[in-house]
């Protein structure tokens, strides 16, 4: 499952669903500033900004919506398959 890692009032996050929704990949959103465990998480991964952008527990792509963004079609109908297929 793809999480994204997001806050409120964040435009970038809004693209970053946005275009996980338009691409008919399902995600779930993990709200840094709702949740202390996650923010301490990316914290200790080593990020400092949101979105971002993971897929099993791996970071999906660097750079967070810029890097969704420029995923392929085809990069973006390999995940659709994964996801599907869990």
């Not at 995600?27 to 900004?49: C, K, M, N, W």
């Not at 897929?55 to 792509?61: R, S």
């Amino acid at each position: 499952m793809i999480q994204v890692y997001s806050k409120k009032n964040c435009p970038f996050c809004d693209r970053a669903k946005a275009l996980l929704e338009l691409k008919g990949l399902q995600y779930e959103e993990i709200r840094v500033d709702l949740d202390p465990t996650a923010r301490q998480f990316l914290l200790d991964s080593g990020h400092r900004s949101v979105p971002q952008i993971y897929n099993n527990g791996k970071l999906l792509v660097e750079g967070g919506y810029n890097g969704l963004a420029k995923l392929s079609d085809i990069e973006f109908n390999q995940l659709k398959e994964k996801s599907n297929v869990n």
